[in-house]
């Protein structure tokens, strides 16, 4: 954490100087604002909160519901999505209330009695330097949690508006001669006071966050498509006596005759959530005829289970739902051919485009990961460094990564369920846990949320130079390592300086020069960005600004920072910033040698070249370039960058 | 974490049940408290925030300040005192925020040219596997903060009474016949509403946690003694430009004729804090006389700086204090033999009962430890778990460890001033710089806080079996190391189960034998300790209370989690807890034998016969012991614990 730059202030640091517009806020929505959401689920409020950031964006966001949740449906946090809580400030937070899932295990029939279940097998849950971070097991509702205290923090003192039904949306159809608010949005109060009140609001942009039943979705003219589904599970968090010995673990439960369980145990030590197989349905039938009743489904989790007892003693929460994979054809209000030749100014992020079983654990992950890309987007824009025809990259990338979501779901859906198996042909042959436990181990990295790849575009380049760095892989998240910081020896993960403040970052790796001499690669790139008329950093950054305020560049060296002194570095690495002219000390790195983690070589970095690692704000990796590639740094930022008065 | 024992509940765990105190809390003083806390400094808001933690006792702080501090004095936060923030919940957001000390950095004048400063060491601040935890540096004010947001999420909603300035104390001569409230103490209101009026407080117990001019040990007849000082310093925390290339390392400079100054990089990057060492002051001269002006102090650091330039932007807080070591020769109201025959009533702690100079970074370390010491000791009294007696240990305590800090910090005083050893005689020979390193490193456990030994004494035993466990001192704080959660696989620390809750704990290290066999040492000691009518878990924990509710057993086996079932463990090692008798899974542990961490090696453990280690609830180690020392155990806890009714 970077404070006290233009001053010492007392008092919590996380909690930001409010705004203006902070002081202004209101019951009421307000006639007008930058960014309208609709919905306070994780999609809509990761976007507020990484609005909130911005001062000088207005952003509202609405709820159908009285209040903040307090009681979540989803529950799982993968390793990938815990990276992003950091870039917020809240991961460990998480760790410290959640469940950790460390371990899966696997339980079948004995196949000396098939009426008994024994262990089959374990794997471990994630595989090893995958991630910073655990995959983590925590009620949705505490997510919201810290979002919502993100944005009460936040410049603009952020809230939600609170019962308010999205009624309908309309956008001017033409940008020629369009207002600066061409989205109108009508919403019907709901709360006690003022039920059935219409307040219409005018928006620059719409992010609809409504979940399945997503009424933007609707006004904009999407539809879900997709399987419909014919087989009912039932779900339920309870605190329950049990003899079962891995109840503490992530537990697949495949019985010979009384159908499978999945047990997810959850946060604080006793509660445990059981996904229960229940009936098979019929074509066209819903989960609603059939009257399941949690007892139904508590009596059915315990003939999985036999020998072992189950004795349920309070249900904290339960539901009944049908596994469905369905996805909308259009994230944005464009068309998919963009034969309309103007960019988007409605959303849908999360359950409003895609929709899917719950047991992958990917669905509220998913959501918070669309929501982050979006963001970042929309406040480039809006802040006058990006075109507006970035914003058609978000329904490209994430529908992308949606409709693989939908592709994992429905085939680990099938792998769990037999009966399913057996209704889709009857032919198929039954599949065995081996077969479960290697597709698990197989697709580890897309469950952690590590997987997403991001295809090339005018954000994400082509991998010409992977061979640099074969360990950033273009269009994958930014897998962080462990650093030293030079200037204070601190040892700490590179990811961590990827907050989330709508800013780019730009990697220097070392090549093999002396660092500190001006020949070196490393000086020569710096030199070049901050002093170069056609560099990025002078092109893109206001004159007025800190020069990272738009692109961050760090460097990250190859020596030991006992070698090394701040004062052999490049003013670009040790820049002066704000009214003082305070030099910031946290821009160079060295490899954490002591403990035998060289970034170098778990990254596969050359050595000998050095290279350039160029990180969206949304973590991802944009471009590895050379460090001597002075003519393509410039033309990737100026695809979609416009250079500052 | 654990929680939903006795049932789901919404929102954050953190955050208690309020009890039926807290719905009474007011604006007014009680007029009957079991504890009344004199002063809100960092002893104060320890015990504070420790026995907030029981809904069943009373307690009121008083501060005679109007409000939080939002600027502090004190600043370093040693690994030791870390420890202890992890058992109140709040280590993360300190690490988070704070500035983590790595190496200290040692400069002195260059050789070739002694008006000029060269860098002449390095060394690592803290040594490898001392402690979990980093050597932090935060603005005191900070500190307070999390303590009391602890206090405010605890069951008693307890907050500090400001404005209230201590009069006087009255404690009843006699326990014979005593009043249940003892002590009364008058408080003078300080705010603008109601200054001068006068509470009266009755208490069981009062702490004076009211800083060196302690009114609170001048009513017990208390006085410092100890040397005053001549020497002069500042201190001063500034955003500064400099280049100075190691201005964000902890760093000693002493100069060739412009003295000495000491630099604590701080929170945020950019702050920083410098002691310059200034004048020596004439014999019974005190340091106002001076008038001292920040230009003073700030010219002075310039000179012992050069050839390096120092631009201080703005001064956020400043001082000038003379160095002086002095201790009080009680920190309880009893005589120091005892020959009044009572236990002790009233109690001081912190800078009340020793000063010291601020460099060695321990003055607010040792005052938490004070106060965390006499915490649960007065909780386990008002509870009825342990005889009055038990409070006498405080005192006899904290009294040696401060007579440790105080000739430690007169030794380190003296080496960091030339001119002080100067005046001390004028025929000391200058001390070098490599003395100075080796001295810091010598005594790198002594500032991190983990060298306090307590001696034996009624919950302090002999070292007679330290060779079964040669890594956990008796005396000292017990020293944490990796293990695996056997239930769950969880990695983790084990020194985290050692929250302030009060509760003692007692580690059962398996012997050589299986553990799941009833004939291991392991099982038989636990159904010695579950069902023998002399064993202390059955002899002092309440019929209706949870089994662990006043002893905590926990085990650590020797195998691998991958090779041993939680159904194979006794009932002690997976009790049913609560009103749902739902079991707790978080007793057992195994070693990290995958990262090569296995803490039987690491703690010297012998793994023939195992042993037990009984830790205090301050997390100081009271006893090793043979896992089948059936005498040992109760002989020791008899001494001072009472039967359960």
């Keep these: 954490m970077q404070f006290h730059l233009n001053g010492f202030h007392v008092g919590d640091p996380a909690i930001a100087k409010p705004s203006a517009r902070a002081r202004s806020y209101g019951d009421a929505v307000p ?29 509202c966001i609405v709820e159908q519901k009285d209040g903040p949740l307090s009681l979540g449906q989803a529950d799982g946090v993968a390793c990938r999505t815990m990276e992003m809580f950091e870039a917020f400030g809240f991961r460990e937070r998480v760790e410290r209330e959640a469940y950790w899932v460390n371990e899966t295990r696997f339980w079948s029939a004995d196949d000396s009695d098939r009426s008994r279940i024994v262990r089959s097998g374990r794997v471990q849950d994630v595989e090893d330097g995958l991630s910073d971070f655990p995959h983590v097991i925590l009620n949705q509702a505490r997510v919201h949690d810290q979002y919502l205290r993100c944005m009460e923090n936040s410049p603009n003192r952020l809230k939600p508006h609170y019962a308010r039904r999205f009624l309908d949306l309309d956008v001017e159809r033409s940008d020629e001669g369009a207002s600066a608010y061409p989205v109108t949005v009508r919403l019907e109060r709901a709360g006690p006071e003022r039920r059935g009140q219409i307040e219409t609001v005018k ?23 997709g399987d419909s589904a014919n087989q009912a599970w039932g779900v339920m968090d309870v605190l329950a006596v049990t003899d079962f010995p891995d109840v503490r673990f992530k537990t697949l439960i495949r019985s010979a005759e009384e159908g499978n369980i999945l047990i997810i145990p959850r946060e604080g030590g006793y509660l445990v959530r059981i996904y229960v197989e229940m009936d098979k349905l019929a074509e066209n039938e819903r989960v609603a005829a ?78 918070m990961q669309d929501s982050f890309n979006l963001g970042w987007k929309l406040a480039a824009v809006l802040r006058g460094h990006c075109a507006p025809s970035l914003l058609r990259t978000y329904s490209a990338e994430r529908r992308a990564a949606a409709q693989e979501l939908i592709d994992f779901d429905r085939e680990w859906a099938g792998l769990l369920s037999n009966s399913h198996q057996a209704a889709q042909g009857g032919n198929k042959p039954e599949v065995d846990q081996s077969e479960i436990q290697r597709y698990f181990v197989q697709h580890g990295r897309y469950t952690a949320g590590t997987a997403t790849r991001y295809k090339p575009s005018m954000i994400c380049g082509r991998a010409d130079h992977q061979h640099l760095a074969g360990g950033f892989e273009v269009g ?47 000086q020569s790139v710096c030199a070049y960005l901050e002093s170069d008329p056609a560099s990025p950093v002078r092109r893109y950054t206001p004159a007025a600004s800190d020069i990272d305020s738009v692109l961050d560049v760090r460097a990250v060296l190859q020596q030991s920072h006992h070698t090394i002194d701040m004062s052999a570095m490049p003013d670009l690495l040790k820049p002066s ?49 050379p460090l001597d590639a002075r003519d393509d740094v410039p033309s990737f930022f100026d695809a979609f960058m416009i250079a500052a008065a």
């Design 31 to 59: 006639d007008t604002v930058d960014v309208l959401i609709v919905g306070c689920g994780p999609a809509g409020l990761t976007i507020a909160a990484q609005l909130s950031a911005f001062p000088d964006i207005a952003t």
């Design 203 to 225: 928006a620059r942009y719409v992010v609809g966050c409504d979940g399945a039943r997503s009424g933007v979705r609707r006004a904009i003219g999407g539809t879900l498509a």
């Design 290 to 367: 059939r009257n399941i009743t949690v007892d139904h489904v508590i009596a059915a989790a315990q003939r999985v289970l036999k020998p072992y007892t189950l004795d349920v003693k309070e249900v904290a929460w339960w539901s009944v739902y049908e596994i469905g994979q369905r996805i909308c054809d259009k994230f944005d209000d464009c068309a998919n051919d963009q034969s309309d030749g103007r960019p988007p100014r409605v959303f849908i992020a999360g359950d409003a485009c895609h929709t899917h079983s719950p047991k992958a654990g990917q669905g509220m992950n998913v959501s």
């Design 476 to 522: 994958t998240r930014f897998h962080s390592a462990p650093v030293i910081r030079l200037a204070d020896g601190k040892p700490q993960r590179l990811g961590d300086t990827l907050v989330a403040d709508g800013r780019w970052r730009i990697f220097l790796f070392a090549d093999e020069a002396d660092a500190t001499l001006q020949c070196s690669r490393l």
């Design 577 to 625: 910033k704000g009214r003082y002219g305070l030099i910031d000390y946290e821009k160079v790195f060295c490899p954490d040698l002591k403990n035998g983690a060289d970034i170098f070589d778990m990254r596969h970095i050359d050595r000998e070249k050095g290279c350039m690692v160029v990180v969206r704000p949304d973590q991802y990796i944009a471009q590895v370039l």
